[in-house]
């Protein structure tokens, strides 16, 4: 049905065209002698009419007249009018001149004047046909864009080209100074955002559009709190970050989440470093259904390994890892494992048979409060899992070995973070007699990663509150799971061997404010539809996070986001005895007592209580 209406409005265009061409020269000859049309020159152009029309149809039709969509017209359409008018005007002057046909000079200037103006005419008309239907079917929305820059702009063009937009764009808001009172895009710049609430109701705003992929978390969360006071719905265009990934196409609109408000600096990666150590190489996931392991495949994907392992012991999660690798990555190699990692034989297996040279081991059990309960399994896991693995690369000779850690390892009060702490204890002990360079990076929270406060807030929220807070003061660091997995991928191309590596996490953000803000972004007023209630620290809580002791110090690497920690192992001998005490006990005072002797700074309330 559409290829039909299509081939329908292509002959009403060629069918209008034809008759403007043929009347066009007529009115010229009129117009040239002033409402009169001499015999002589009458017969002269109606000579030529049968061949001037097809001549000035194939020019249009080889300069797609007649492929365009005429209501979304840019300079370019129009350009390309002028260019067929023109071209097929000259010929047929030149047709005229070589033939001898008896024509006064002025009426082809005429007839290029009538036909431009007559074809523009016609096509302006398809432009206030289609708006005026889009008017009386009354589904048009007054849109207001915040921001009046490149990605403005684009942002019009988008919708302009978009045949389905039922948009009316009534202008934009930005708060230069320098950009008051003047347009873009055709559209005015109506004033500041301080000014958005009147301008919103005098232009009868539906939609605002912040379009602004490059501020950061507190410009979005003070331009959001002011649209949101409105009463119009709020989208915002995707980050940079998105964008340069081919996550989302510059005109894509999205509801704002709690990860626009905490945008920072763009990350600029080194991909010829990243692309030399995984391009052509057999990459091995653990881990890989999880939150940062998932999100490594589909980063590495882009970079084109040789295969990627996807091992991880949920089938359900590595499953719908791999479908959706498969379907956006179709060219790349993929195996799915389904394995434990304190299956020390199991594990043995599978690197004899893929030969990993490249390991991302992300595979660990973090949530804290469970931990806590049951320290044996945190151990078996996070460490013994991690010593496994880790042993693997190594009498298989891998290449790089990169271990994901947490800032819950620096001065732990929590069994999950002195079990990570440990693991990297036993990777620099392990690293000091290899050839294998073994890395462990070490960041924050990661928004959205299962076990997080978001879901368990979002789920709150939904069921209508409270949301649950442990303690007003609490913060912690935080930032997106593709900005973690970005900086993973760069610190693992500057492995030297035995580094770990911290992240710039940016500011700390207070739980109670990050809360608030997800209730808002939900339409909601904290305290009046959406209650907060303070539980108090779960056990292995603490309200600070740090990512360095006392004794710790960094040093700069090539990325200013990236930083290695000065950490000296523990001494070979003292590691491996407490490590042989760990894997022969279940008893929990026991586990925790090495845990302590191992790191100085753990401090364990239920090791105090005893």
């Not at 039922?166 to 320098?178: E, L, M, Q, R, W």
């Not at 990627?308 to 479908?323: A, C, F, P, V």
């Not at 690497?557 to 950490?567: D, G, L, Q, R």
Request: hydrophobic share 45%.
């Amino acid at each position: 049905m559409d290829f039909l209406q299509r081939i329908r409005d292509k002959f009403k265009l060629i069918l209008i065209d034809a008759i403007i061409f043929a009347i066009a020269p007529i009115l010229a000859v009129m117009l040239r002698f002033e409402g009169t049309l001499p015999a002589r020159e009458l017969a002269s152009i109606q000579g030529c009419i049968f061949w001037m029309v097809p001549i000035c149809l194939v020019i249009s039709y080889f300069y797609g007249m007649y492929h365009r969509i005429w209501h979304y017209a840019r300079m370019r359409d129009l350009v390309a009018l002028i260019g067929a008018v023109s071209l097929s005007q000259a010929l047929i002057f030149i047709i005229v001149v070589l033939t001898g046909t008896y024509m006064p000079r002025s009426i082809p200037i005429i007839t290029w004047i009538l036909t431009l103006g007559g074809i523009g005419a016609s096509r302006l008309m398809f432009k206030v046909n289609l708006d005026l239907v889009t008017e009386l079917k009354g589904d048009r929305k007054n849109l207001l864009i915040v921001g009046a820059g490149d990605a403005g702009a684009m942002l019009v063009r988008e919708l302009e080209q978009n045949s389905a937009a039922t948009t009316n764009i009534v202008g934009f808001i930005d708060d230069d100074a320098k950009k008051q009172n003047g347009r873009l895009a055709g559209f005015p710049i109506l004033g500041t955002v301080d000014e958005l609430a009147s301008i919103v109701r005098v232009k009868a705003v539906d939609r605002i559009v912040i379009a602004i992929p490059s501020a950061d978390g507190a410009t979005i969360r003070h331009i959001d709190n002011a649209c949101r006071s409105t009463g119009a719905q709020v989208c915002i265009m995707p980050g940079i970050y998105s964008m340069v990934n081919g996550e989302l196409d510059m005109g894509e609109m999205r509801e704002i989440s709690l990860e626009d408000l905490l945008r920072r600096d763009p990350i600029k990666l080194d991909f010829e470093k990243i692309t030399n150590y995984i391009a052509g190489k057999t990459v091995l996931i653990t881990g890989a259904g999880g939150s940062i392991g998932s999100e490594i495949s589909r980063q590495i994907s882009r970079v084109g390994a040789k295969e990627i392992i996807l091992l991880g012991r949920g089938e359900n999660s590595i499953y719908e890892i791999h479908q959706e690798l498969i379907r956006k990555f179709p060219e790349q190699n993929y195996r799915t494992v389904i394995a434990n990692i304190t299956d020390r034989e199991r594990m043995a297996r599978i690197f004899q048979r893929f030969k990993p040279q490249v390991v991302f081991h992300a595979a660990a059990h973090k949530h804290v409060p469970l931990m806590e309960i049951q320290p044996d399994e945190a151990i078996r896991n996070n460490v013994f899992g991690t010593q496994n693995v880790a042993e693997l690369a190594d009498q298989n000779h891998a290449e790089i070995f990169v271990l994901i850690s947490t800032d819950k390892a620096v001065n732990p009060t929590s069994v999950m973070g002195a079990t990570k702490r440990t693991a990297e204890l036993v990777l620099q002990e392990i690293n000091q007699h290899s050839k294998t360079k073994f890395v462990t990076v070490r960041f924050g929270n990661v928004l959205g990663s299962r076990g997080s406060v978001v879901p368990l807030f979002e789920k709150q929220i939904a069921q209508g509150g409270p949301v649950t807070v442990t303690h007003k003061e609490m913060t912690r660091y935080f930032m997106t799971i593709p900005e973690a997995v970005q900086l993973v991928l760069q610190a693992g191309s500057q492995a030297e061997g035995g580094e770990v590596f911290l992240f710039d996490m940016g500011e700390p953000v207070k739980i109670k404010d990050m809360a608030e803000d997800l209730i808002r972004l939900h339409g909601l007023t904290p305290g009046k539809d959406i209650n907060i209630v303070y539980t108090g620290l779960r056990p292995g809580e603490k309200l600070y996070e740090e990512l360095l002791t006392s004794e710790e110090g960094t040093t700069s690497t090539k990325h200013k986001k990236i930083f290695k920690a000065k950490i000296q192992p523990l001494d070979e001998e003292e590691l491996s005895e407490s490590l042989c005490v760990l894997r022969e006990t279940t008893d929990k005072q026991v586990i925790l007592a090495t845990l302590k002797h191992m790191i100085p700074t753990y401090k364990s309330k239920q090791l105090q209580e005893n």
